[in-house]
């Protein structure tokens, strides 16, 4: 019973394109883990481990924060707990990160869910989306949006990244 409490305190529902930008209705309640040791212990890994995090534009896991209007989760030991991410991939512009720094920030998390998008309909191909090819062990990936035109790219990119087949080629 203890842990539906902490669930609904601490846990958001999960992102959808109309909460990226927005807090959720329901408030969380952190001062919860405060009340006692026994009660951090038991709940800090649902804060953690079961909400979607936005990862950072540029820093990857590096200050994810809940929901945009929240502040950036900033110790390393609670970043560290973070298990599920949610990245917007702009096709169209360079990226301020490279392959080997997605493989690092994303390898063996529970889930991903990259949100792609471009400013113009067809505007670009799927190339910054072969920088996400050396990331391995994810549980669940999810790639959603400007996919059109590269599709089957999408679904081979999401086997690769919840293989732990380090060598890259999957059929």
């Given at each position: 019973m203890r842990l539906e409490i902490y669930r609904h305190l601490l846990v958001h529902p999960?992102?959808?394109?109309?909460?990226?930008?927005?807090h959720s209705s329901r408030p969380l309640h952190t001062a919860i883990l405060a009340a006692c040791r026994q009660t951090h212990a038991e709940a800090v890994g649902m804060l953690y481990g079961e909400n979607t995090f936005l990862a950072h534009q540029t820093m990857l896991t590096s200050f994810p924060r809940l929901r945009v209007g929240y502040p950036p989760v900033r110790e390393a030991a609670a970043a560290a707990r973070i298990r599920r991410y949610h990245m917007r991939v702009r096709l169209?512009?360079?990226p301020a990160y490279d392959r080997d720094a997605l493989a690092?920030?994303?390898?063996?998390?529970d889930e991903l869910?990259?949100?792609?998008?471009?400013?113009?309909?067809?505007?670009?191909?799927h190339g910054v989306l072969t920088l996400f090819e050396g990331v391995r062990g994810v549980g669940r990936v999810r790639i959603y949006g400007s996919t059109t035109g590269f599709e089957d790219y999408v679904q081979w990119l999401r086997r690769v990244m919840e293989s732990h087949d380090t060598r890259g080629c999957l059929a």
């Amino acid at each position: 019973m203890r842990l539906e409490i902490y669930r609904h305190l601490l846990v958001h529902p999960p992102l959808t394109r109309n909460l990226l930008g927005a807090h959720s209705s329901r408030p969380l309640h952190t001062a919860i883990l405060a009340a006692c040791r026994q009660t951090h212990a038991e709940a800090v890994g649902m804060l953690y481990g079961e909400n979607t995090f936005l990862a950072h534009q540029t820093m990857l896991t590096s200050f994810p924060r809940l929901r945009v209007g929240y502040p950036p989760v900033r110790e390393a030991a609670a970043a560290a707990r973070i298990r599920r991410y949610h990245m917007r991939v702009r096709l169209d512009c360079d990226p301020a990160y490279d392959r080997d720094a997605l493989a690092r920030a994303f390898a063996d998390v529970d889930e991903l869910t990259l949100e792609v998008w471009q400013a113009a309909f067809l505007g670009a191909d799927h190339g910054v989306l072969t920088l996400f090819e050396g990331v391995r062990g994810v549980g669940r990936v999810r790639i959603y949006g400007s996919t059109t035109g590269f599709e089957d790219y999408v679904q081979w990119l999401r086997r690769v990244m919840e293989s732990h087949d380090t060598r890259g080629c999957l059929a």
